[in-house]
């Protein structure tokens, strides 16, 4: 559905050459849900804006949908659905009129239009706002009209710049129950962009990183996370002092460190040991930590397991935390 190669973008204005985009190369195939995940700036909309035939690449090529965007950008335009940054609906604009002034641009006749209007409306739990002005939606909602809007023209293809940005953590679930039912429905391939490091894990198929206008990454998250992050395995021991510790951890295992347990935040007693173990699969690594501890004559009164998480590939990949700048 969509081939890149060496797609570039540089901006320049006045003394100021900002490289957006540095020739990435990116496929998606026809059916995915692909999540372009990285901090501000990175690129990512620059991308969709590119891959949509909005902006004009400054080097190499995409083909979107079978057309290339520069030679071909109204063929690629009738074959997408593209959710911008900003609510596409007009603020005193009714919602049911958005709808069908929406299909009337992409050139529906009448009949069509309304009956995919009132189609998209009840899809997307619009039905009893037809009347009403869009400036008067709450931001779930707005958003959920503006899938709509980008649904009109049933693409076969959907683009989303940050779909979720601004929406409360009910709304995002909301908003995303709705463009995973809506891809099933349509048998769409969904292309979004996000910072939410969850929503990228918990959603997407695929994450590609971006990072500096460079793919540094693309892959399934559980794949992502097994090859460039370990998961951390906590324990609390006793019967032991560091060395005795440290010596009983099996090899094969990442980082340990070792700090004393405050016992008045758990269990393990006032000599007892915090273990933090770095491993991959580190639910199936433990019980074989725990049973080389009991080899070893150490006592272990609590474990747990932290999952690792995209925070923690990106951190890997590039020494900062995505998390953070997202917060920041
Ligand atoms: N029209 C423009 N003129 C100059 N620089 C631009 C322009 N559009 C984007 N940029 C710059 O290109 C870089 C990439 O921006 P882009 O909007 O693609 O990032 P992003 O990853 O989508 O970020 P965000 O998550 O904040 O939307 C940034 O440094 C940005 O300031």
Known sequence: MIRARGLTKTFSRRKEVVEAVKGIDV???????????????????????????????????????????????AQVRARLGFIGQGNGGGFSY???????????????????????????????????????AVQSLSGGQRRRLDVALGLMNHPPLLFLDEPTTGLDPHSRANLWEHITAMRERYGMTVVLTTHYLDEADSMAERV???????????????????????????????????????????????????????????????????????????????PGVIEAFRLAGLTTTSASVRQASLDDVFLNLTGRSLREEAAA
Do not use: C
């Open 27 to 73: 496929d998606v195939a026809e059916g995915e849900l692909v999540a372009f995940l990285g901090p501000n700036g990175a690129g990512k909309s620059t991308t969709l804006r590119m891959l949509t035939s909005l902006l004009e690449p400054t080097a190499g090529e995409a083909q979107v949908a079978g057309y290339d965007v520069v030679a071909h950008p």
């Open 94 to 132: 009714k919602v049911v009129d958005e709808l069908h002034n929406q299909g009337r641009f992409y050139g529906l006749a009448p009949a069509v239009y309304r009956e995919r209007a009132a189609d998209l409306m009840a899809a997307l739990e619009l039905s009893g706002l037809e009347k009403r």
């Open 208 to 286: 590609v990183v971006i990072d500096h206008g460079e793919i540094i990454a693309d892959a399934a998250p559980g794949v992502l996370k097994h090859e460039h992050a370990d998961d951390a395995l906590t324990l609390v021991v006793s019967g032991g002092d560091e060395p005795a510790v440290r010596a009983a951890v099996p090899d094969g295992f990442g980082e340990v460190v070792v700090f004393p347990h405050d016992p008045s935040t758990g269990s393990g007693g006032p000599d007892g040991l915090r273990v933090r173990v770095a491993t991959a699969r580190g639910a199936d690594a433990l």
